[in-house]
């Protein structure tokens, strides 16, 4: 059975760091890793997705990268602002499967 | 190309009484997918589904819990005689086609039981 799991569970930041945020799989047969955001009361934005033969994904200041072997993936966060601040959210599919999420609070 | 569509967006039950949510998915999208998520925590699967079929209801709860996804219409999650502890959110996704796809998820419905 797959197991998800996203360390920090929060973090706290001052704005223009920038950050890592993990997550972790158990089992590795994955088609895909999709990483979403998520604003309080509202539904998931996807952010990027990263097929199981990819090594990684870019979106503006967003870079997502997949280690398929060792059941590890990072978000990586540049220059962050306090636009950022939600919970981020990684799946793995086949069924996808949710990790708990990182809250991040990025501080004017 | 309205996105995946909820409704209602907040729905209130006594208990007992029965829950119906409907999801349409994005046009084109035949892949259907059910989550709950209470406060605080992460999005728990419950349900896939493909037009006319369940593909894995492993996370579904095996009492009060329905779900389906005819070949008209939008997907219907059905929670008969609710309990409080049915309170959560529930987002529906979709995809065009199986699990290489992006998913794409609605707004969800907020369950609250009285």
């Known amino acids: 059975k797959q197991e998800v799991t996203q360390i920090p569970a929060a973090l706290s930041v001052p704005e223009g760091e920038n950050l890592v945020l993990n997550c972790s799989f158990t089992?590795?047969?994955?088609?895909?890793l999709q990483w979403f955001r998520q604003d309080p009361g509202k539904g998931l934005t996807s952010l990027l997705l990263?097929?199981?033969?990819?090594r990684e994904q870019t979106s503006g200041r967003l870079n997502a990268s997949l280690d398929k072997s060792s059941g590890r993936s990072t978000l990586y966060i540049a220059a962050s602002q306090p636009g950022d601040s939600a919970t981020y959210l990684c799946?793995?599919?086949?069924?996808?499967?949710f990790g708990a999420g990182t809250r991040l609070t990025v501080k004017p | 190309n309205a996105g995946v569509m909820q409704n209602p967006r907040h729905l209130v039950r006594r208990r007992g009484q029965e829950a119906r949510l409907r999801c349409s998915p994005m046009?084109?999208?035949?892949?259907v997918y059910w989550y709950r998520q209470l406060p605080e925590e992460g999005l728990k699967f419950m349900v896939y589904?493909?037009?006319?079929?369940?593909?894995?209801e492993s996370g579904m709860p095996k009492e009060r819990f329905s779900a389906e996804f005819p070949k008209e219409g939008p997907s219907i999650l059905r929670i008969q005689q609710v309990v409080r502890g049915d309170s959560a959110a529930y987002f529906c996704?979709?995809?065009?086609?199986?699990?290489?796809?992006?998913?794409?998820f609605g707004s969800g419905t907020q369950l609250s039981v009285l």
């Open positions: 589904l493909q037009k006319e079929n369940i593909i894995d």
């Open positions: 799946a793995v599919r086949y069924g996808m499967r």
């Open positions: 046009k084109g999208h035949s892949h």
């Open positions: 996704a979709s995809s065009r086609t199986g699990a290489e796809e992006k998913l794409f």
């Open positions: 089992d590795s047969a994955i088609y895909n």
């Open positions: 990263i097929q199981s033969s990819q």
